[in-house]
């Protein structure tokens, strides 16, 4: 069974940061495409950004690029979204997300495993 767990959101003011971190147990971490997705209270599911099982190749939503930076690391069997210039409108529940195989990019359907999410609330 594999269990992931969200920690490191929380509240910040416009133009802050933080890091989410995303701890996954259960099965060989570095057989998973992982993701973050997020949902804003009132709004359907977004895709933030993806990674490759090693790590070389990262996606992300076109309103994020630039300010966010996916990334993992598999002896730590984590994966990690550094949020920078965060805006108002990036106050969601961030959720990570799983999937065994190779890389399924934002579609959100492809993945098995979901983590409980972590609230990140940015003030103006």
């Known amino acids: 069974q594999v269990q992931l767990v969200e920690s490191g959101g929380g509240l910040v003011q416009a133009g802050g940061s933080l890091r989410l971190s995303c701890a996954v147990s259960g099965r060989t971490f570095s057989n998973y495409a992982m993701a973050w997705f997020r949902q804003a209270q009132g709004k359907e599911g977004e895709f933030v950004a993806a990674?490759?099982?090693?790590?070389?190749?990262?996606d992300y939503t076109t309103s994020i690029k630039g300010r966010f930076t996916i990334s993992r690391d598999n002896a730590k069997n984590t994966v990690y979204l550094q949020m920078n210039s965060l805006e108002p409108e990036d106050t969601a529940v961030y959720y990570c997300?799983?999937?065994?195989?190779?890389?399924?990019?934002?579609?959100?359907?492809?993945?098995?495993?979901w983590g409980q999410g972590t609230q990140v609330t940015v003030s103006s």
């Open positions: 990674v490759t099982r090693n790590g070389y190749y990262t």
């Open positions: 997300a799983a999937h065994l195989g190779g890389y399924v990019g934002s579609n959100l359907h492809a993945y098995e495993h």
